[in-house]
């Protein structure tokens, strides 16, 4: 298959391992920001080939983990008032939110569809003007541009009847953030391949000379995932820092300039809470004035107050690379994946669900 | 009702036949044991390419007889159906029906057909019982499994998932994927013909080979390794599964078995079945050890083996 099997070819990838290998002079502390990328890293066993040079940290990457608590209640809240129908992305169904899941919800009689596209929420509202359709629209630079779409396209048909609850989170902040933090080992970072796919690596220049630390845009395969951390090692070798490009068929320096237009055109950058993070400075997107007629959470405020957070749940710890996954003292033992405690034993791209599916259940931690 | 059993459902499964209005079927007894199974079938949407309810409640359940030892006999048909189902619509389930009792050899021997208010029924809800005539010896079962014993899947995975996911999210692909939904008695006939009895045979459905290979590894407490890269997958299931993220491993399969069987026979069993057109792309794909770390193991592209789900609930299609 074109695109797939060249990039995971085990001859390839076994070279770049011994490559690797071969360069590195100490052990580097690297951090892969995507949870797409976390899940194909110990899929195919990238952490482990690599664990005497390279301390792989996983970063808050996954958007269905890093949504609020609060933004999932106010969801569930909505797919249970009567004629409205909450429309998401198949993997919000099970995080659950201060309290219960979108699928519990469902289950009690909430009005929720997953979709693959937002688009599909506009034509569904397009279809039924009697029912108000809000689109739960969740996720990174990646998938913003695709809800923007969705609510331009929505003014255009005149429909009164579509919405969008909005809780899109921006990658480079929480890099930000991640470094400022007094206990940050990271020496250097892939960065997601997709996000950079819509808005481009150029922001990286002043962010590494700044921070001094290398980014490399990295892909998902094993190829090109080994290609990143083989360019990271080699500039942390060299005492360099430098924005590189090693997801070149997707990626370019200025990005996705139609998806960024319909991107600045609709939302604009705000302070926003991440599960587990705290709020991060300009680490979200919110409608832009001209647009907020289209804001659930502004037609519909949350009635119920907010629950407080099991504490029990260190997600935040584990999203920033501060605790790994297996030495948490509930992993495997009571947070599993069907029995969550929080988004990242649940989200299919979720650091502490890619250890338990594909490392097993047991933890390291002392019962 | 009468009028409607009359006129539009008795006639095709008994033609030229007396009308009669039991409840109930006298049939003639066998000389072996009696194996019985039965299923109900509730997929969206009706008609997808490769099949559709109808046949799907045929071959569902004789393959449920079929695999466990048994030839399939007759089989009971139950209809719920949503009031204003377009009667084009159950003819045409019917006729399908006919057919795929045709091919299967079964005979519907009794009924029941039941209407219900909008809204309730999704259209079509279908449930068979099936009731076959055990062939001994029948396969001992997944607790017979035995360290070095072999696993053979009949033919590439997921094809029934994908089809059925395709249609009713209207994804578009081109061509459309097709459903495997076919009986599995020619691929047992060929192992019972070479004397071959496996330990244990499963048609992969819901939860797909991931989710019989870990109800087998929970009855013989061993674990079940299978290599990736020897699983058959055709390139639009295998494209599909890329764009959306999904495993082909479970995904289900309504045409496709996996079975075990003593290591030693494992190469006459690949022959018999793929001597067969339903399971001429048959692979051994695995093997039973010793109980370690995971009951289910894959061997992944790289090398490395990992630990394989079980399948979760949702958000599967519903697929039968």
Redesign the interface.
């Known amino acids: 298959?074109k695109y797939?099997d060249e990039f995971?070819d085990?001859h390839l990838?076994e070279r770049l391992v011994r490559r690797i290998h071969a360069i590195a002079t100490r052990r580097w502390t690297i951090m892969e920001v995507c949870g797409g990328q976390t899940h194909s890293l110990l899929?195919?066993?990238i952490d482990?080939a690599l664990a005497d040079v390279i301390e792989l940290l996983h970063g808050p990457g996954c958007p269905v983990c890093v949504t609020s608590a609060a933004a999932i209640d106010h969801a569930i809240e909505l797919s249970l008032r009567e004629q409205l129908l909450l429309c998401c992305f198949?993997d919000m169904?099970?995080v659950p939110g201060g309290n219960c899941s979108l699928?519990a919800a469902r289950a009690q009689g909430g009005n929720v569809r997953?979709v693959?596209s937002p688009l599909d929420a506009v034509r569904i509202a397009a279809r039924d003007p009697s029912r108000e359709v809000v689109m739960f629209a969740v996720g990174f630079e990646t998938t913003a541009p695709a809800t923007a779409l969705a609510v331009r396209q929505a003014r255009q048909l005149g429909l009164r009847n579509f919405s969008l609850l909005v809780a899109h989170v921006r990658v480079q902040p929480a890099m930000e953030a991640i470094l400022q933090d007094p206990n940050n080992r990271v020496a250097g970072f892939l960065a997601a391949g997709h996000v950079c796919t819509v808005v481009g690596y150029e922001s990286y220049v002043a962010f590494c000379q700044r921070f001094r630390v290398p980014v490399v845009v990295t892909g998902f395969e094993?190829v090109d995932l080994l290609a990143g951390l083989l360019e990271c090692v080699a500039q942390l070798e060299r005492g360099e820092c430098e924005a590189r490009n090693c997801y070149e068929r997707s990626a370019r320096a200025d990005g996705n300039l139609h998806a960024q237009a319909i991107l600045n055109e609709v939302y604009e950058p705000c302070d926003l809470e991440w599960r587990g993070l705290g709020v991060v400075p300009r680490g979200g997107l919110r409608l832009r004035e001209a647009w907020r007629e289209f804001d659930a959470a502004i037609r519909w405020p949350r009635r119920t107050l907010p629950v407080i957070e099991s504490s029990r749940c260190r997600s935040g710890e584990v999203l920033t690379g501060q605790l790994r996954a297996v030495d948490c003292e509930e992993f495997g033992r009571r947070c599993t994946?069907?029995s969550p405690l929080g988004a990242p034993m649940v989200s299919?791209e979720g650091a502490c669900a890619a250890y338990y599916?594909?490392?097993?259940a047991?933890t390291s931690a002392a019962p | 009702m009468r009028r409607f059993l009359l006129e539009r459902i008795w006639p095709r499964f008994h033609p030229g036949g007396a009308a009669r209005y039991d409840d109930a079927a006298v049939l003639a007894a066998f000389s072996g044991q009696v194996v019985l199974a039965t299923d109900s079938f509730v997929v969206t949407p009706l008609f997808f390419p490769g099949g559709d309810i109808g046949r799907l409640a045929v071959c569902g359940t004789v393959n449920d007889l079929v695999v466990r030892g048994a030839t399939p006999r007759y089989l009971s048909l139950a209809l719920i159906i949503e009031e204003g189902l377009p009667l084009s619509t159950l003819d045409a389930v019917l006729d399908s029906i006919a057919a795929a009792a045709d091919e299967c050899g079964v005979a519907i021997a009794t009924g029941d057909t039941k209407v219900v208010p909008r809204g309730v029924a999704d259209g079509l809800f279908i449930n068979t019982a099936g009731i076959g005539e055990a062939i001994d010896p029948l396969p001992p079962g997944p607790s017979a499994i035995r360290p070095g014993d072999c696993l053979i899947i009949s033919g590439p995975v997921g094809q029934h998932g994908i089809a059925v996911l395709g249609a009713r999210e209207q994804l578009g692909f081109d061509p459309p994927p097709r459903s495997d939904c076919a009986p599995l008695t020619p691929a047992v006939s060929a192992l019972r013909a070479q004397r071959i009895v496996p330990r244990a045979v499963r048609d992969a459905t819901r939860g797909g080979v991931a989710a019989v290979l870990h109800e087998w590894a929970e009855e013989c407490r061993l674990t079940l390794v299978i290599d990736e890269s020897r699983v058959p997958v055709s390139s639009d299931v295998r494209g599909a599964c890329e764009l959306l993220g999904l495993d082909p491993l479970h995904l289900s399969n309504e045409g496709t078995m996996v079975i075990a069987v003593a290591g030693d026979s494992a190469e006459a069993a690949l022959q018999a079945m793929r001597s067969t057109q339903i399971a001429r792309h048959a692979q051994i794909i695995g093997a039973a050890r010793p109980l370690g770390v995971a009951p289910v193991i894959v061997r992944r592209a790289l090398g490395r083996e990992q630990p394989l789900d079980d399948p979760q609930g949702a958000p599967l299609p519903r697929i039968c």
């Open positions: 298959m797939v995971r085990p990838a899929r195919h066993g482990e198949g169904f099970r699928s997953a693959y094993p994946p069907e299919s599916r594909y490392h097993g047991s």
